[in-house]
Structures are given as C-alpha cells and as structure tokens.
C-alpha cells in the first residue's frame, strides 16, 4: 500500500539558510500533520492541515510556515536556519472525513533528518 | 509538563515470552490511544489503538489495555519475537482539539532469541 512520502531525506544546511521539507500524503488523505523530533526526544507536533486550512499550530517557531496544496501535498519552510533546528521532522497524514468523531490514525512517513551547521 | 508518560526508558525480554509496555497519562480530555513502533532512521509505524469508549483491543499478537480510571494504558506482545525489538511510542489525542498526537518518550524492547 502507498504510504506517505517525504523528501529529502536527508539535507544539510548552514545557519541563517532556509530549506523547504515536503510531504506527500497517502492517496486520498485530507490531513497532515508535522512533528519535529529531537535527539532523544519524543516527537512534538508542530502544525496541521486539514483541506488545505490550517487546522492547527503546536509548538512551531515564527521563522517556520507551512500550506498543503491543492493536491493535498504539504510544504514546511523554514528560515533562518539555527543549530538547535537539527532534527528529524516527520509528516503524517490522516483521513479526517472518513474518521470517526474520535478515532482517527495517522500514519507517518519516514522522516526528513536535517542538520544545521 | 509530559502528559505521557513512560516510565521505563527500556525494556528486556526473551523470545517467546510475553513483554508489557506501560503508559500513564495525565490529560483526561485524551479520548484516543496509539501505539506506534519505530526502527532507527524510519518514521514510526502504527500497531494498534484503542479508543477511550474500549477496554481492550487486540489485533494479532498485540492487544491493547485502558484503564480510564488509572489513566494507564498497556501493550502486550505475546509471543515476543526477535523482530519486534525497537522504541515503542504511547500516543494519545484529544478529538476536540483536531487529533495532535501526544507522545511519550518511548520504551525500547529488546526480545533476546
């Protein structure tokens, strides 16, 4: 089964540089999810969309943005890159119509570890 | 402030046995419970979750318990097999405020062949 996709995998930036993640959610999901985890950490929500709003905002720095596409695709922007923003930040996705009013699971894709210098 | 929590940081046992992972929460508004199981360098991997209306679900070698009134859930593997020792993360979420997942800081299971 198609499962959510994120690219890079991997990237390296210096500090004050900005890098774009991108997540592509499984066929037919209407909502992301991102989470940063750091080293030895539980991952920590940062943002989510459902529909293409905005659905909510967790603990997610000014210099970060976010949007899902028409396509439901997501995009995280971040600037001005600092060295405690190296992390792994994983996307999930979930089907929020189809869920029922409590129960909804999302499944994550594999992580983007990024590494600020 | 960790509304979930794990208290064992790591967890041990032998092939064909029987390995509880436990959880607690603090946040009675968590109506939805996840267990997600994750290798190094991957993203985590959804087992199984048990909503807060269910005592018990199972699926598998893997069932799951709530205890409300504990606020305690737990995740029992049996039999336990070489192939499931990685860190396993708690998750719950709030239905009200548009399903964020809460994690714990993960339990690492090691089953020894």
């Known amino acids: 089964a198609a499962g959510v996709i994120q690219s890079p995998r991997h990237l390296i930036k210096e500090k004050r540089e900005t890098a774009t993640l991108k997540c592509y959610p499984i066929?037919?999901?209407?909502?992301v999810y991102w989470y940063q985890q750091g080293p030895g950490q539980d991952p920590q929500f940062l943002i989510s969309?459902?529909?293409?709003?905005?659905?909510d905002k967790g603990s997610i720095p000014d210099r970060f943005s976010a949007q899902q596409f028409s396509d439901y695709h997501s995009e995280l922007n971040m600037s001005s890159l600092e060295l405690g923003d190296s992390a792994l930040y994983f996307c999930?996705?979930?089907?929020?119509?189809?869920?029922?009013?409590?129960?909804?699971?999302?499944?994550f894709g594999p992580g983007t570890r990024l590494l600020v210098l | 402030d960790q509304q979930v929590k794990q208290n064992s940081p790591s967890l041990s046992v032998q092939e064909g046995r029987i390995s509880i992972l436990n959880c607690d929460y603090t946040?009675?508004?968590?109506?939805?419970f996840l267990w997600y199981k994750k290798y190094p360098a991957e993203g985590p991997t959804f087992l199984i979750s048990?909503?807060?209306?269910?005592d018990k679900n199972e699926d598998g070698r893997f069932t799951v318990f709530l205890n409300k009134s504990a606020k305690h859930l737990s995740l029992h593997i049996v039999p336990s097999q070489p192939g499931d020792s990685a860190v396993y993360f708690c998750?719950?979420?709030?239905?009200?405020?548009?399903?964020?997942?809460?994690f714990g800081k993960g339990t690492l299971l090691t089953v020894n062949p």
């Open positions: 998750a719950a979420s709030d239905g009200g405020s548009n399903y964020k997942l809460t």
């Open positions: 048990i909503s807060s209306i269910k």
């Open positions: 946040n009675s508004m968590f109506d939805y």
């Open positions: 066929p037919r999901h209407d909502t």
């Open positions: 969309f459902y529909e293409k709003m905005q659905s």
């Open positions: 999930a996705s979930s089907s929020r119509r189809l869920a029922s009013t409590i129960q909804e699971t999302q499944y």
